[in-house]
């Protein structure tokens, strides 16, 4: 092999010019033949004009790579950056370094390589990062390059002075007066990170989210880490999901450098690269070993990864998804490589107190530095965007979706008076705006038994998506329905198809583990906003069934509001959690979501028949606005009871009729969406709440008022305040967390909101005697003293 290298060194001098590297940067003979060969296919495909433009690229990836990982160790430890890569003094470095600085000079050359790719074979592709917390790569790169964001563009430069102030903002901890950091720079992927999709905060997700990112002729090159495969299961599922039908392809690279912040990685411990190869293959993917600490290895890899699954595609039927093994050592390129400490702080010690640190600092940049001008000739070499006629990378596919609102055909009338399962409605709904909108790809994450929850229409339509389909069972290589018993994987098929149209559903006691991958979404979709970028991707629905007062028979593990009462702490320009209360309602929620962008919303939805108490119009109005009366007059009322919930109407709806018998007039309100009514926390949720005047017109000031409600009580009377009178006015029943193998009747009783204890509180802020609503055995059952059939109607 290297006598094979070393003849195409001997024939061609720039091939040879380039396969001796630069600096800390070597190419490894494997890596030149497997370059050569493909600069080859390049040219012969007329994508380039010739060998030695391809030879000069890559030389330049080399440069751009070494001057990469020279700024990283300056954001980790400067504040003051020398183009002419003279020794820094003391008062040029920080009093308090920080930085995750050995994964981010590892992700240099991978990020390099990645920009490496698109200048040699003319396509901007897509990217993102599981690894957030080496963005320092990413920042550094992109500032090099002039691959700019606003907010980078107009604060930093390559002279002195900008790169400077580019070290100097990197965990600069300066808040303005708005509360917002001074410095545009994040500890992870942020809005301002050129071409960023995904924050990588919560590591393991883009294991999860890459296979169903990009669309059919779309290309998506994912950087992973070794850490995070010990996070949520399921990254090792992708070849389950890939099809050539209806996905873009995908280019998956971990980053092997054996490590974690303290320890080996578990790969690393079962036996390394070879351990992860046998690993892969016994799961369905085609392992390609790469150089991680080379820019060309990493380029090549994805093209070579690209065509194989194009070329088994062809073959037919579900390919293996090949999968780049990038091996390299932590913090490669810099002194304390391959040590505990390169995860932060390489050195030894502290380069502004520490004379030896100082000069390692000095000694490390100096075989890393770059000369200005050929690093300037370097990134001119790469920057092809307006020969090849492609965006910049910030500008990629998935970092600029935009999807047109969806065509909503009306959902079907449901008369008052009838009943039906909300969820089956749903589903009806769900069918139709599908089938209304054949350019968008349908994703519906689930966990498991979307039969038993009424989503018949869209198993049927859809189908589970296996690769040998089961005779007789909803079953299809293509389906929509991408299920596996686990929640963290299904949420995340549906948040990653950001070109699409999705739908989650699960029991509601196991959304919280959802949760983390939700709130990743909604974090970066509302800073995105805040820097005058909105996300253009469809709400997403999470359809919260079999819900806590169904799943009453299930014992208590299956009886939890908590995704519900999360969402409510969330931002409610953002974040949405409803309540619809018959089928009417959940249909037109649902409508409701698809007519937004960048928001998520949980629905909680029973799954069981229950009366209709909103025709389509009040249904689709209850969605506008979130909250409606349903019966009783305002002007006369003396008490408002608020139900938040299906059954808790129904409790509502009864303690209503015992009150008019009783001559005090109420006045009935279904509430649906909370957070509507809460008090705003800034300005962008204030465009999003109700304004008094809407507030006080669905919650009169002044009047006493009963809320029952599917949650606990505690976190929605904390989200609404606006409507709290003081605890001798506002009484709020709910989820007290008790439970066990009930019914729905009996775990409300054990939690204490049935009707007679919403009259019982209602006796109390009207300053009424308990007997004048209540009858004697009722009394004993709510003071747990008497029968629960007095109050339940059991015989």
Known sequence: MEAEAAGLRDADPAFARWAAGHGVIRHASLTQLRVHAWIQSLVTAGRLPDAATGYTRLAAADRLASAGLWLVVHMTYARRVRTDGAPLDAADFKRTPEGHTGGALNMVPAYAGYLLANAL?????????????????????????????????????VDDAG??????DFYRYDVRPDGTPASPLGSHVNEHTAGGVLEGGYLGFAELQYVHAPLPGERLV??????????????????RWWRAQDCGLVAPIMI????????????????????LDAHLRLNGFDPIDLDGRDPASIAWGIHAMEERLQRAAADGGPPPLPYGIASTVKGYGFPGAGTNAAHNLPLAGNPAFDADARAQFNAGCAALHVPPAELAEAVAALATHADDGRPLERDHPL?????????????????????????????????AIVDANPQLRPRVGNPDELRSNRLDRTLDRLMHRVHVPEPG??????????????????????????????????????????????????????????????????????????HTWENAKNEQSHQDPALAEAMLGEMADVAGVVFPPDANAAAAALAQVYGSHGRIVAMVVPKRPVPHVLNAAGARRLSREGAAHLAGDARRARVQLVALGTYQLHAMQRAHARLTERGVDALLTVLAEPARFRT?????????????????????????????????????????????????????LGYINRGGTLDVDGLMFANRCTWAHALDAAARVLALPREALLTPAELAAVDAAGDPAAILGRA
């Not at 990217?127 to 563009?153: K, P």
């Not at 994912?222 to 070849?239: K, T, V």
């Not at 008022?705 to 606006?722: I, K």
């Open 121 to 157: 074979d003319g396509r901007t592709r897509a990217w993102m990062m599981g690894q957030g917390h080496c963005v320092a790569a990413v920042d550094a790169l992109n500032l090099l390059v002039s691959n700019l964001h606003a907010a980078h563009a107009e604060r930093y430069g």
């Open 163 to 168: 790169l400077s102030r580019f070290v100097s």
């Open 222 to 239: 994912a950087f992973l880490s070794d850490g995070a495969f010990e996070e949520q299961r399921g990254g090792d599922w992708a070849p």
């Open 256 to 275: 092997l450098n054996g490590r974690r912040i303290e320890q080996r990685c578990q790969i690393d411990q079962q036996g390394g690269g070879r351990w």
């Open 399 to 431: 970092a600029t979706r935009d999807v047109p609102l969806p065509q909503v055909p009306p959902a079907a009338e449901r008369p008052p008076g009838g009943e039906a399962s909300p969820m089956q409605a749903l589903d009806e709904q769900f069918v």
């Open 473 to 546: 069972v909803a079953e299809s290589v293509t389906g929509g329905v991408i299920t596996a018993l686990n929640e963290e994987a299904v949420v995340c098929a549906a948040l990653a198809n950001k070109g699409g149209l999705n739908l989650v559903v699960t029991y509601e006691a196991f959304a919280p583990k959802m949760l983390g991958a939700i709130r990743q979404e909604l974090i970066f979709a509302r800073h995105l906003r805040e820097a005058g970028r909105p996300p253009g991707w469809l709400g997403v629905p999470v359809v919260l069934t079999s």
């Open 680 to 732: 705003p926390r800034d300005a962008g949720e204030a465009s999003y709440v109700h304004d008094d005047a809407t507030v006080a017109a669905h919650f009169p000031p002044g009047l006493p008022r009963v809320l029952l409600v599917h949650t606990r009580p505690e976190p929605l009377l904390g989200a609404l305040r606006r409507i709290d009178e003081g605890p001798a006015r506002t009484v709020a």
